[in-house]
């Protein structure tokens, strides 16, 4: 199952938590040869891995085996601090209705294409329990056939460009009932989200977040 682990209930993963900032690090950095994320702990952990932050990990017995992270856009995202020139045409979404995807990974004795499609389903399944509309994220283009392919409407917000040597884009994905019930049918599950002890309210959260962003502003 694909676990919810937010502010209010990180409690119960602090281990699971440090396993997968530690995993993120191998993928990223050691794979994958992000240099710009080495970190000398071997702990893969930004700005945005903060108390907004919302992870979506897939455990088996505490072990992690794939995730992604969500954070409100009404605090300022990877897209608006980092790739702003990936969203020169539609804009940096700005909104509670709209969280960042990213750090989407998956260890490398899973990469067949059943388990990501679990961690696509759990995006969908958890963001239309909380009454989130849009993800925005970063990704590079090969990514977008294959979203197409299992019914994700995606929207550029702009033009792509090469970083990090790859063709990059940002863009948003609806949340619909319709596309998680293609990746359900795919995958043969009727669910894959599982939430323990308290459980976040992803708006209320975001719209928090907006309204001390604006009381910063005004100060």
Request: glycine share 6%; with cysteine.
């Amino acid at each position: 199952m694909i676990h919810v682990i937010s502010a209010v209930n990180r409690h119960l993963y602090e281990d699971v938590l440090e396993q997968h900032f530690r995993i993120r690090h191998e993928i990223f950095v050691e794979e994958r040869k992000w240099e710009a994320l080495r970190k000398p702990d071997g702990r893969e952990i930004d700005t945005y891995d903060n108390d907004d932050a919302v992870y979506l990990l897939a455990l088996e017995n505490r072990r992690v085996l794939g995730g992604s992270r969500l954070y409100p856009t009404t605090r300022p995202t990877m897209i608006s601090e980092v790739f702003p020139h990936l969203a020169s045409v539609r804009g940096c979404p700005s909104d509670p209705l709209i969280w960042e995807w990213s750090r989407f990974f998956v260890s490398r004795e899973r990469r067949d294409g059943l388990f990501n499609l679990q961690l696509m389903a759990a995006a969908q399944e958890f963001c239309l329990e909380q009454g989130i509309e849009r993800l925005c994220l970063v990704m590079e283009t090969w990514w977008l056939p294959r979203f197409h392919d299992i019914g994700f409407v995606v929207t550029p917000l702009g033009l792509p460009a090469l970083v990090e040597n790859s063709w990059t884009m940002a863009a948003t994905i609806e949340i619909r009932q319709e596309s998680l019930d293609v990746v359900r049918d795919r995958i043969g599950m009727t669910s894959v989200v599982q939430q323990d002890g308290p459980r976040i309210d992803c708006i209320a959260r975001a719209n928090l977040c907006g309204a001390a962003a604006a009381q910063r502003k005004s100060a």
